[in-house]
């Protein structure tokens, strides 16, 4: 299974792009890359999940350059509503099992 | 469209008692994962489940904990003998029978605390 890398923490402004850039030196052909949120006392929600070049949704875009060994979460001018923990994981194919990092803890400051 | 239930919300335990959380996956999802996670530290799988079978539970303490997914009811994870080292939230998650690329729906999480 690919083991992620992520920075432990971040902090922005409110109104500012936040861009959160997860390794995973090790993915597989047939994995797909997908990130969650986390507030307090909540399971995680999913946000986005791409496989390679950009996705973009309503919430995020994710950005994974051709070798695809890591990807960037860009949460457009983020709120404080945004303070949460963001998981990056590697995965896919039916049966596989996800592996939850320590994830990147944004504080969001007015 | 319901999403994962899980139940109790919170749970309090005595050492020594046993502790049953429950997991109602989201319509016609067939797959439970159960992670566990301590505070501020990620999530930690646990056991992974289809309907009647356990598929990996590579996560799973060796003793004392078990899990099961019947072919009609919610999931169960079940923790005998709760030591204060078992508080903990809880977390359940369903993904569909059919997915190709893992994508989780969890829900809010049972927060067991063991006095």
């Known amino acids: 299974l690919a083991k992620t890398t992520q920075p432990i923490s971040m902090d922005s402004y409110e109104g500012q792009e936040v861009n959160i850039t997860c390794s995973h030196n090790?993915?597989?052909?047939?994995?797909?890359i997908t990130w969650y949120q986390q507030f307090p006392s909540q399971g995680p929600r999913f946000i986005i999940q791409?496989?390679?070049t950009k996705v973009t949704n309503e919430v995020a875009s994710l950005f994974i350059p051709a070798d695809r060994k890591s990807s960037t979460l860009s949460l457009p001018r983020v709120s404080l509503s945004d303070t949460a923990v963001y998981y990056c994981?590697?995965?896919?194919?039916?049966?596989?099992?996800?592996?939850f990092g320590t994830g990147t803890r944004l504080q969001v400051f007015p | 469209n319901a999403g994962v239930m899980q139940n109790p919300r919170h749970l309090v335990r005595r050492r020594g008692q046993e502790a049953r959380l429950r997991c109602s996956p989201m319509?016609?999802?067939?797959?439970v994962y159960w992670y566990r996670q301590l505070p501020e530290e990620g999530l930690k799988f646990m056991v992974y489940?289809?309907?009647?079978?356990?598929?990996?539970e590579s996560g799973m303490p060796k003793e004392r904990f078990s899990a099961e997914f019947p072919k009609e009811g919610p999931s169960i994870l079940r923790i005998q003998q709760v030591v204060r080292g078992d508080s903990a939230a809880y977390f359940c998650?369903?993904?569909?029978?059919?997915?190709?690329?893992?994508?989780?729906?969890f829900g809010s999480g049972t927060q067991l605390s063991v006095l």
């Open positions: 791409g496989y390679k």
């Open positions: 319509k016609g999802h067939s797959h």
């Open positions: 998650a369903s993904s569909p029978p059919d997915a190709t690329n893992e994508k989780l729906f």
């Open positions: 090790n993915i597989a052909t047939n994995d797909y």
């Open positions: 994981l590697v995965g896919g194919g039916g049966t596989d099992k996800l592996i």
């Open positions: 489940l289809q309907k009647e079978n356990i598929i990996d």
